[in-house]
C-alpha cells in the first residue's frame, strides 16, 4: 500500500542533524521533499499589516544558514543580513502581505490562516509537506504538521520567520516616515506606553486595527478620530 501523505509519516526515524535541521531531515528521508515552514510577523500589534512568509530550503545545509534561528532571538542587524541570504539560497519563497483592513474585516486568526495559504500557493515549488508554527492550517496544498515553536526547531520555519519579520519591520519604518508621531520605527505598532500615549494624542490613524480593544476605544462617538496619512503630511 501507498503512504498516507494526509497525515504524520508513520515509523518516521529521527536521527540527529545539525543545527534546526533534525526536524526536516526525517521528512526528506521519509520521501516529503520538498519541505516548506510558514511563519508570520505582526499577529499581535495593533497597528500595521499581518505579514505571512513562506519558505523551501535546498536540502544542503549551507554554512551562511547556519545562524538561522527564531527571528525574535536574533538581533535586527542579523536579521538583515540573513534576509538576503535566505531570498538566494532557498529553492523558493513566498510573502504575502494582509493590510490592516483585512485583518480587521475577517478576523486576526482567520487571516494568519488566510495569509499562510496565500503564501504556500504562492511558492514557485509545490512542497511535498509543510510545517506551520504553531497551529493547523487547514486548506494547504499538501500534508502539514504544526510545530509549537516552530521558528526556533525548523530551519524552514526560521527562515520563513525572517523574511517576515524583516518585511514587515520595513513596512512600518516607512509608516513611520508617513505617518510620524506614533513611533512606528521604534515599536512596530505594539503596545508599548509611548505608543499608548501617541494614541491618545494623535487618535488612531488609518493603517490602526479597529479591531484591536485598546484601538477601539478610542473612537469618539458619532465620528472617528482617525488620523490620516494626508493629515500628517500638512
Same mark, same amino acid.
Not at 11 to 35: H, K, Q, S
Not at 117 to 133: F, S
Not at 154 to 175: F, G, P, Q, Y
Given at each position: 500500500?501507498?503512504?498516507?501523505?494526509?497525515?504524520?509519516?508513520?515509523?518516521?526515524?529521527?536521527?540527529?542533524?545539525a543545527g534546526?535541521?533534525?526536524?526536516?531531515?526525517?521528512?526528506?528521508?521519509?520521501?516529503?521533499?520538498?519541505?516548506?515552514?510558514?511563519?508570520?510577523?505582526?499577529?499581535?500589534?495593533?497597528?500595521?499589516?499581518?505579514?505571512?512568509?513562506?519558505?523551501?530550503?535546498?536540502?544542503?545545509?549551507?554554512?551562511?544558514?547556519?545562524?538561522?534561528?527564531?527571528?525574535?532571538?536574533?538581533?535586527?542587524?542579523?536579521?538583515?543580513?540573513?534576509?538576503?541570504?535566505?531570498?538566494?539560497?532557498?529553492?523558493?519563497?513566498?510573502?504575502?502581505?494582509? @493590510?490592516?483592513?483585512?485583518?480587521?474585516?475577517?478576523?486576526?486568526?482567520?487571516?494568519?490562516?488566510?495569509?499562510?495559504?496565500?503564501?504556500?500557493?504562492?511558492?514557485?515549488?509545490? @512542497?511535498?509537506?509543510?510545517?506551520?508554527?504553531?497551529?493547523?492550517?487547514?486548506?494547504? @496544498?499538501?500534508?502539514?504538521?504544526?510545530?509549537?515553536?516552530?521558528?526556533?526547531?525548523?530551519?524552514?520555519?526560521?527562515?520563513?520567520?525572517?523574511?517576515?519579520?524583516?518585511?514587515?519591520?520595513?513596512?512600518?519604518?516607512?509608516?513611520?516616515?508617513?505617518?510620524?508621531?506614533?513611533?512606528?520605527?521604534?515599536?512596530?505598532g505594539y503596545?508599548? @506606553?509611548?505608543?499608548?500615549?501617541?494614541?491618545?494624542?494623535?487618535?488612531?490613524?488609518?493603517?490602526?486595527?479597529?479591531s484591536w480593544?485598546?484601538?477601539?476605544?478610542?473612537?469618539?462617538?458619532?465620528?472617528?478620530?482617525?488620523?490620516?496619512?494626508?493629515?500628517?503630511?500638512?
Amino acid at each position: 500500500m501507498g503512504q498516507d501523505r494526509t497525515s504524520w509519516p508513520p515509523r518516521m526515524v529521527m536521527r540527529r542533524a545539525a543545527g534546526l535541521r533534525t526536524l526536516e531531515a526525517a521528512l526528506v528521508r521519509g520521501g516529503l521533499a520538498p519541505v516548506a515552514g510558514v511563519d508570520e510577523a505582526g499577529r499581535g500589534p495593533c497597528a500595521g499589516p499581518l505579514v505571512v512568509a513562506a519558505c523551501l530550503l535546498a536540502p544542503k545545509a549551507y554554512d551562511k544558514l547556519a545562524g538561522l534561528d527564531d527571528s525574535k532571538k536574533l538581533t535586527e542587524a542579523a536579521r538583515e543580513e540573513l534576509f538576503p541570504v535566505v531570498q538566494r539560497l532557498a529553492l523558493a519563497w513566498s510573502v504575502v502581505v494582509v @493590510p490592516a483592513w483585512e485583518v480587521d474585516s475577517i478576523g486576526i486568526h482567520v487571516a494568519n490562516i488566510e495569509g499562510m495559504r496565500r503564501a504556500v500557493v504562492g511558492l514557485e515549488h509545490t @512542497p511535498g509537506y509543510i510545517l506551520t508554527d504553531g497551529f493547523k492550517v487547514p486548506g494547504l @496544498p499538501a500534508p502539514s504538521l504544526p510545530v509549537i515553536g516552530g521558528d526556533g526547531t525548523a530551519a524552514c520555519i526560521a527562515a520563513a520567520s525572517i523574511l517576515a519579520k524583516v518585511t514587515r519591520d520595513r513596512m512600518m519604518v516607512e509608516l513611520d516616515a508617513q505617518l510620524p508621531g506614533y513611533g512606528f520605527a521604534a515599536h512596530k505598532g505594539y503596545n508599548t @506606553p509611548e505608543h499608548t500615549a501617541a494614541l491618545r494624542q494623535l487618535g488612531p490613524s488609518t493603517e490602526h486595527r479597529r479591531s484591536w480593544r485598546n484601538v477601539r476605544e478610542l473612537e469618539v462617538p458619532g465620528g472617528s478620530r482617525v488620523a490620516t496619512r494626508a493629515a500628517h503630511a500638512r
